[in-house]
């Protein structure tokens, strides 16, 4: 006969199983592509509301304000919230139905389904809620190898730019924008990994791409 301490094990390291599996299905960048909420279904006109799951963690886009907060998972079961978020008003009406249905309908979500040929994840709560999840297309990554001083250049007015190459033995080109979370130091010269993402509806005067830092595989004086 088993013993209950060991039963006890045996079902939480399933449980801890169960965990992981659901992790590793639902880690990702997503697009927010419906929600529905008492009968409502709401639909985003463009494809500018995300969703990042990372672990216990999610985060994303609701329409006009940015959210944060906890997905966990307990016996099978999802949960996600509370949720946390900036503070913003909606410029539209439109816009803060649609982001008042989003969060409620993530915060409402008891499970979650697969559908393989649409690349999406479906969240369902008891009530009938809903939130259909795309997978975001994989964005661009590249290494840049960074010069240890910055050039004069002029973008929108005189600044300074980062002079960049793709290889080692490239010559140096001006970067005419700054990448997202590198915090440089001057006179270090840096490798990092970036990603580049589209910039929905940029400034006449600012790039339509922006690079953002993956990792600093290596910094030297």
Aim: aromatic content about 4%; glycine content about 10%; overall charge neutral.
């Amino acid at each position: 006969m088993m013993r209950i301490p060991l039963l006890i094990a045996a079902v939480g390291a399933a449980s801890l199983m169960q965990i992981a599996q659901a992790r590793s299905l639902l880690d990702g960048e997503y697009n927010l592509t419906r929600a529905v909420v008492d009968g409502r279904v709401s639909r985003p006109a463009e494809p500018g509301l995300e969703v990042r799951i990372d672990g216990d963690r999610i985060s994303g886009h609701s329409g006009c304000n940015r959210f944060m907060g906890q997905i966990r998972y307990l016996n099978g079961n999802l949960r996600i919230g509370p949720l946390a978020g900036t503070l913003m008003a909606c410029p539209e009406a439109g816009q803060q139905a649609l982001e008042r249905d989003v969060l409620a309908a993530l915060q409402a979500a008891k499970s979650f389904g697969l559908d393989s040929a649409r690349h999406a994840v479906v969240l369902r709560g008891g009530q009938g809620e809903l939130v259909e999840l795309k997978r975001a297309e994989p964005a661009a990554t590249k290494v840049l190898y960074i010069a240890p001083e910055t050039r004069p250049c002029s973008g929108v007015g005189k600044m300074e730019c980062l002079q960049v190459r793709e290889t080692p033995d490239a010559d140096w080109q001006l970067l005419y924008q700054g990448i997202d979370g590198l915090e440089r130091e001057p006179g270090v010269a840096y490798t990092v990994r970036v990603r580049e993402e589209k910039v929905d509806n940029p400034p006449a005067d600012a790039p339509d791409r922006r690079l953002v830092l993956i990792e600093v595989l290596e910094s030297t004086r």
